[in-house]
Structures are given as structure tokens and as C-alpha cells.
């Protein structure tokens, strides 16, 4: 029960701390942001691109688009779109494919999408299908990146085999469905030492998973620390209307620590 773990980190910390200041970092005094992609929601053709062009507007640098609810077709289109008004040095393009590709069709779209300047896709197949994932990996000309994959993979040892067998370009960490703030830490320490992470070249970063903004904030404290230079998912905060608390607050492209309640 990861979720469960996460709360009580998150209620250990800040009774430790005695505030929603979790860490002291410079994200944590208020000195500096979180760069975060912009996401854009599954949907028909029409609502993504609005989305889009929304998300261009408001100056995002690193853009994820949720990918497989629509034909490929479309949604291809879509990412032309994007490429014919920013190159891959003005917007990083990442796709999320929550694996909606079947294996036998996956290695012909990685190289439809690659053709696109992306950065990565996440889970292009469910998981739990380890050798046709690890020659996704090793074949694909698109970076992979692990997601669902990492979802009850709990004991050190079975996280090393995961990383080892698969051998993914990077993993993406959630700590409400990754074993919480010390699972997410492990998977971190296995990113650097199997994959040949750094902090200057990191092999993963941080995504939040529809926590309110106490779940985002504690996450957003924790990754703050690691000192990963790419744009982390952290933009979910903003989904929940009536969340009346207001402790992270997105500016452009970044967010911050504000601890206004």
C-alpha cells in the first residue's frame, strides 16, 4: 500500500518539521522552482490541440502528451503540429502511451514517433511483459521510459532484477504508487548505479499522481533535494477546483513553494 506509506512519511515529516517546510532546500525557503512539463489530457483531436496551443502560449519548455486514446494517425498529426512551430531544441516533446501499444505493432510506432524529435514515451506496452519490453529497449530508436512497470516491484532485489533485465533509458517515480519517499529513494540509488544515472545526466525524474496539494507539496519538497536538472511531472496540482489549500503554485513553466494556508 504505497499510498498508505507516502501519508505517513508525509505526516512524519511535518510533525518532525512542525510546517508544510518539509526539507530546507532553496525550493523549500520560497529562493527557487521546479521546472515541470506541461500535460496535455487524452482526448479527440480538437481538445488536444487546444491543450497544446494553450500550454504554448503559457511558455512551457518540456510538453508530455498523453497518447493512445485516439488513431495514431491523429495523434501523429498532432505532434507534426507541434514540430512544424518548435523545433526539439525550443519544446522537449514527451508522449505517455500508458501501454496502449500491442508488442507485435510497438517497434513500428517507436519509429513512426521517433521521427518526431521526441525526448521519450513512457510504458509504450503494459506491463508485466519483460522480455518484449527489454527488447523494446534495447532496439528501440526512441528512449524508453518505465512507469506501471515499477507498480508492486517493492524488495530491493526484485527492483534490481527489473532495471537489470530491462534495462530502460529511464523510470519515472511516483511515491504514491512507487513505495512512497524511501521506495522512490531506492529506485533513484538503482537508476545511478544500473542505468549510470547522474544528477548532471539523471535516468529518471519525479511525477505526481493526482495527490491533493498536501500530497504534491511533500513530493515536491522531497524531489527539491535531488537536485535532478530535468522538467519533473509535477503540474497536477492545479486539476482539483476545490482544493482550498495552496501550498505549491505554478508560475510558467516552474512551480513553488509558498506555504500559504
Known amino acids: ?6 501519508g505517513l512519511e508525509m505526516a512524519m515529516r511535518h510533525y518532525e518539521q512542525g510546517s508544510w517546510r518539509h ?3 532553496p525550493f523549500s525557503r ?12 487524452m482526448g479527440d483531436y480538437k481538445y488536444m490541440l487546444e491543450q497544446v496551443e494553450e500550454k504554448m502560449k503559457e511558455g512551457f519548455r518540456c510538453v508530455k502528451l498523453k497518447i ?10 498532432l505532434l507534426k503540429h507541434i514540430r512544424a512551430h518548435f523545433s526539439a531544441k525550443e519544446i522537449e516533446l514527451r508522449v505517455d502511451a500508458n501501454g496502449a501499444f500491442p ?23 503494459r506491463a508485466g511483459q519483460l522480455e518484449e519490453m527489454a ?8 528512449p524508453i521510459a518505465l512507469d506501471e512497470e515499477l507498480i508492486g516491484c517493492n524488495a530491493p532485489d526484485e527492483k534490481r532484477r527489473l532495471l537489470e533485465t530491462i534495462h530502460p533509458q529511464y523510470i519515472i517515480l511516483k511515491p504514491s504508487l512507487h513505495g512512497g519517499i524511501a521506495g522512490c529513494t531506492e529506485w533513484v540509488h538503482l537508476a545511478e548505479t544500473i542505468l549510470g544515472g547522474t544528477p548532471e545526466r539523471p535516468k529518471w525524474w ?35 477546483k476545490d ?15 509558498t506555504n500559504d494556508l
Open 23 to 25: 526539507y530546507d532546500t
Open 103 to 125: 508488442p507485435s505493432e510497438a517497434m513500428d510506432k517507436l519509429k513512426r514517433l521517433a521521427e518526431m524529435d521526441l525526448h521519450s514515451i513512457e510504458q509504450p506496452i
Open 1 to 6: 500500500y504505497p499510498s498508505i506509506l507516502f
Open 206 to 240: 519525479v511525477t505526481s499522481a493526482l495527490e491533493s496539494q498536501i500530497g504534491l507539496n511533500a513530493i515536491a519538497q522531497w524531489c527539491a533535494t535531488l537536485g535532478n536538472s530535468l522538467p519533473q511531472g509535477l503540474g497536477t496540482g492545479e486539476i482539483f
Open 68 to 77: 493512445g486514446a485516439i488513431d495514431f494517425d491523429r495523434e501523429l498529426s
Open 135 to 142: 527488447r523494446l529497449a534495447a532496439e528501440s530508436p526512441l
Open 243 to 257: 482544493d482550498k489549500h495552496k501550498l505549491i503554485q505554478r508560475k510558467g513553466d516552474t512551480i513553488w513553494f
Open 30 to 41: 520560497g529562493q527557487a522552482g521546479i521546472p515541470i512539463n506541461g500535460l496535455i489530457w
